[in-house]
């Protein structure tokens, strides 16, 4: 099992605690790390750590992991640290112990975001932007039912409560040209990716969501929503 949990516990708990202090903290640490020396930071340091969140664990050799963690502060900074675990116990019932002190390291790398496969253009006066505009609006708004936009025997739950109170669409793509005139043939499939500009009193939430549209008897049909397909994915 990843030690992940484990080791944003022990972490949080580092960054919170001080040598010679005795806090529920301190003790925490003493407790899951009893030979991994207390840190000695300023009152301030102490106390401004918002959250720790685990990025990535390494198994390494038998029982041994390394998992890298991000420390986020109050100021908006972000400070990154591995945790040398080693674990043991039953695969159902794992138990996990800190070999040693965290390290401080660099941001870790960034990857390279894929080319998009949604290149085609859709117009906003079109047939799959009325589509998409009205799926929407009642997806996310509450303005009418869902089901009527859904592919036969396909069923879309939508977001409820309805957390917005208007939606609007903005830029449409596609991964080819039938999405951007009038409507093919019965069965023609592509998708397209939306980006909704959704409105809860005064505030503006800027999503992007990926669907799959079926054309059917002269109109364009939903048959997916893909909310977390990556822009160079298909939506699935």
Known sequence: MD???FAEVFLSAWLRSAAGADSAQASLVRTLAPDVELPEPDAESAQALERVTALSSTKQAKGA????????????SVRYFTVPLASGGRPAQPSYAVTSGPAEVSAP??????????????????PVASTVQEFFSAYLA???????????????????PAPYSAVEV???????????GAVPGDGRTVGVQVTVEARRGEGVWPLVYRLSLTARSGRWDVAAVDATAAGAGGVR
């Open 109 to 126: 790398d960034t990857a390279k975001v894929p080319d998009s496969r949604y290149e085609a253009s859709v117009p906003g006066d079109g």
């Open 142 to 160: 509450g303005a009418g039912a869902v089901d009527r936009y859904a592919a036969p025997g396909v069923r879309i739950r939508p977001v409820r």
């Open 170 to 180: 903005g830029q449409v793509t596609a991964t080819d040209e039938s999405a951007a």
């Open 3 to 5: 030690p992940s949990g």
């Open 65 to 76: 992991w390394s998992v890298t963690a991000a420390a986020g502060f109050k100021d908006g």
